[in-house]
């Protein structure tokens, strides 16, 4: 009786001690970067996030060295945004809104909703994330400005370039924005009776009918893949639709056509530039983060 009274005492000690290990475990943080904490929650947050996008993108996907990846990617920001914070660089609340705004515009509330769900965010978090990521970019541009480049270097590039520098094919539109399919369609029927386009447009403009834009020189497949696949099929002055956009439905009419072709260095210019910046911007920003790495005091509590 003594010895039974023995062994469950010893392993209700046992299962004691097994569970404070692995209370102490899990309120161990991801990763501490010269003290500072880097939460489970943010790395599961992360993780979250990168197994959604690679749903979409049909990429196998392997946990454990996902898991690793991401553990150094949060280090490696975290050396970063402290170094950021060093040297004053921020970003505001309102920037960060901007770029939601941007986004919600872009895909819809329903689907801007929908993503942060399946990422496992909520409004605040995702601008958490997006003032981090201008805070990252803010800095990284600072290792190479814009004027250390030079127009030789450019024209260098340009010239030994094993690929040529081509030009997309783009229209030059105007775009009649309607509230409802029957207004398009019937604006649309009129129009089939012969009526000019433009000055028709202007005049629903003028009547509060519908937004009249003119987008300029625009590439086709800017819009959604049905409108795209028609205005492609356009010639020059005619006019297509209704179409049915995220915020309405579109009529539209091509000025003119510009077909794919080789462009020059002065069309080329703007993309040289950024080309050689975020090289040279990724080349001095790697070479700086592993030299603060090898002096930072780096601990990773999972595997």
Not at 5 to 19: E, N, P, Q, S, T
Request: aromatic share 6%.
């Amino acid at each position: 009786m003594k010895g039974a009274l023995m062994r469950g005492k010893a392993v209700a000690g046992a299962v004691v001690i097994f569970c404070t290990l692995c209370m102490c475990a899990c309120s161990r943080p991801a990763a501490t970067v010269n003290g500072k904490k880097i939460s489970r929650e943010t790395l599961e947050l992360h993780m979250k996030e990168r197994v959604e996008e690679h749903k979409v993108q049909q990429v196998t996907i392997d946990g454990k060295k996902l898991r690793e990846a991401i553990i150094q990617e949060l280090v490696s920001e975290r050396i970063t945004l402290d170094a950021a914070a060093e040297k004053g660089i921020t970003a505001s609340d309102a920037d960060a809104d901007k770029e939601i705004e941007a986004i919600r515009q872009r895909v819809g509330d329903e689907s801007f909703q929908k993503q942060l769900k399946e990422k496992g965010m909520t409004v605040d978090s995702f601008r958490q994330r997006i003032k981090e990521k201008m805070i990252l970019t803010k800095f990284i541009e600072g290792f190479v400005r814009e004027s250390d480049l030079t127009e030789q270097e450019m024209r260098d590039y340009y010239r030994n370039s094993a690929k040529p520098f081509l030009k997309p094919a783009r229209v030059n539109m105007m775009v009649v924005e309607f509230q409802t399919e029957d207004a398009a369609r019937a604006a649309a029927e009129d129009l089939k009776k012969g009526v000019d386009f433009d000055a028709y447009a202007k005049k629903l403009s003028e009547d509060k009918k519908a937004v009249v834009s003119d987008y300029g020189w625009v590439s086709p497949d800017f819009f959604s893949a049905d409108m795209a696949a028609s205005v492609k099929g356009l010639r020059d002055g005619q006019h297509g639709g209704p179409y049915q956009g995220q915020k309405g439905f579109y009529l539209v009419r091509v000025k003119e056509r510009q077909t794919e072709g080789i462009a020059t260095y002065d069309e080329s210019k703007l993309m040289i530039r950024n080309i050689l910046l975020q090289q040279r911007r990724t080349v001095a920003y790697m070479q700086w983060l592993e030299q603060q790495r090898r002096t930072a005091k780096i601990v990773i509590n999972v595997s």
